[in-house]
């Protein structure tokens, strides 16, 4: 494959569990007309950002796999014939949550799934209440349109895992995402964050010779139980090719459905020029496993 | 330690090798007029970049450590009483040599050293027949102005090696580095490179919560052997605060000595609001030691 053309769907979410997934819909459908052969929604699209706040009745919105989600999704991606990168809110069982990305064929089966592995947790996203770490590692997902190194939102700060995924031959770094501002932040503190969210990315693709694409959430959402003024995500979901150079990047306020063309030969090239892999000291790398040196 | 005066020595070199020493330690003086409590010299600042040809010649350059270049500079480190990040060609024995930072103390003394870990080799850098890769590991050096982590040039595109440093509780990332464009490269390639060699440093900054240092040497330097037009180093020595957001950028053209003054309690802050240490997987990291997951 020498190109891939990358759909884009960034979209605000409210309690109307029902509208949050035809907007998702919709996008996707838009995405194809353009030409898409690979949708990326974002984090958590079915549902608002529920983890502003600790609430045991947000579990109701979480669906087995298979389940309820999938088959919606599934059903799209096969219609469509489109390869699909879904973020859903699995419930393995009672009291056993997590926070997946299930990859579709275009004929709508499961590619494979990424269980979430870091798992953030700060005020306005206590996200260790809602999900247990993943547990099936860092692995590519094989579809008809390439290796996804599909990683999830706070996997994003972590180059551990974009390397392991590039080390398993993933093409293509993906980051569905649910990011924004706290409205107590000054502006400079919210224009250092946005661009320091966007620069370890861009890093990860630099460090491992790959394209990356992140797709953020927009919209305020305000946070119901009065603890804060909400959070802002910020938008600005961006595509990078193998040397972090920004090949797109979406506005901040407005929903989204765009398709970029990734020139999937790039990373033979970059990687001709600047093989860091060649280099690695795996010899002197073991206490990368430890917790702290001290 | 709140604040850090970091002094940065951006020039160029030619086959003047007393020059070359004279540039570094006139511009650690000025430095140090200006405040500066740390000083850094870009990467191997005694000589021209040797590395463009394999030249057997070149292996001159080398002395051993202690030796006749570790005295030049711990006596200036002395004199300047600042604690000074030097970048050597050490010889080691007959036909075994290194790329090794030596960092003084303020009295002198040696306050350690670090050998090049990851060593590059590609056309115009042919560092794999000079240097034998460091044997030393990641470990900061401790100094009176703070535990340094101190990597050196190619070391700078590897994630695992800011990591480590960080994990051993370095305080601070500092990278003297020689990188520049070949003149065949486009203008637009040229921007990608630089682009990305900034861009994944920060990423390191961001990914580790530490303020980060390169320093870069400047200037063009021909290849004597006739096969390219030599390298154009393209300076933009920068500092990066632990969200990577740039302190300062020095110019692409000009030698520079410039002193920076660095918060060194943002990294408390913004480790207490993105504490990536916490969450870290290392139950799932074991193959980052693979060379390939294949």
Chains 1, 2 share one sequence.
């Not at 949708?39 to 950002?49: A, K, P, S, W």
């Not at 979480?62 to 219609?79: L, W």
């Not at 809602?130 to 579809?143: A, K, N, R, S, V």
Request: hydrophobic content about 35%; glycine content about 8%; aromatic content about 10%.
């Amino acid at each position: 494959m020498k190109t891939l053309k990358v759909g884009i769907v960034q979209h605000t979410c409210d309690t109307n569990r029902i509208g949050n997934i035809e907007k998702s819909i919709k996008g996707i459908e838009a995405c194809v007309r353009k030409g898409a052969q690979l949708v990326i929604l974002q984090e958590l699209h079915t549902d608002i950002y529920f983890c502003q706040v600790e609430d045991v009745d947000m579990f109701d919105s979480a669906k087995p796999i298979p389940g309820e989600d999938v088959e919606i999704f599934s059903k799209v991606a096969k219609e469509q014939q489109v390869v699909l990168v879904s973020s859903l809110f699995e419930k393995r069982a009672s009291g056993l949550y997590h926070n997946t990305s299930v990859v579709f064929e275009k004929d709508g089966s499961i590619a494979g799934k990424y269980r979430k592995m870091h798992i953030p947790d700060d005020p306005g996203y206590y996200e260790k209440f809602y999900f247990t770490p993943g547990d099936l590692g860092f692995h590519p997902i094989e579809t008809s349109v390439g290796k996804l190194g599909v990683l999830v939102c706070w996997d994003q700060w972590y180059p551990e895992a974009a390397r392991l995924m590039a080390l398993a031959g993933a093409e293509i770094l993906i980051y569905p995402t649910a990011i924004g501002w706290e409205s107590t932040d000054t502006d400079d503190e919210k224009e250092r964050q946005h661009t320091a969210w966007e620069v370890v990315q861009r890093g990860h693709a630099v460090a491992n010779g790959l394209p990356l694409v992140s797709v953020n959430r927009v919209g305020c959402e305000p946070d119901w139980s009065g603890v804060t003024k909400g959070i802002s995500f910020w938008g600005q979901s961006f595509v990078c090719g193998p040397q972090g150079e920004i090949l797109y990047r979406a506005p901040v306020r407005d929903e989204i459905n765009q398709v970029i063309e990734i020139d999937m030969q790039r990373s033979e090239s970059v990687r001709r020029i600047w093989p860091f892999l060649r280099d690695r000291r795996i010899d002197a790398y073991d206490e990368i496993l430890k917790r702290y040196r001290d």
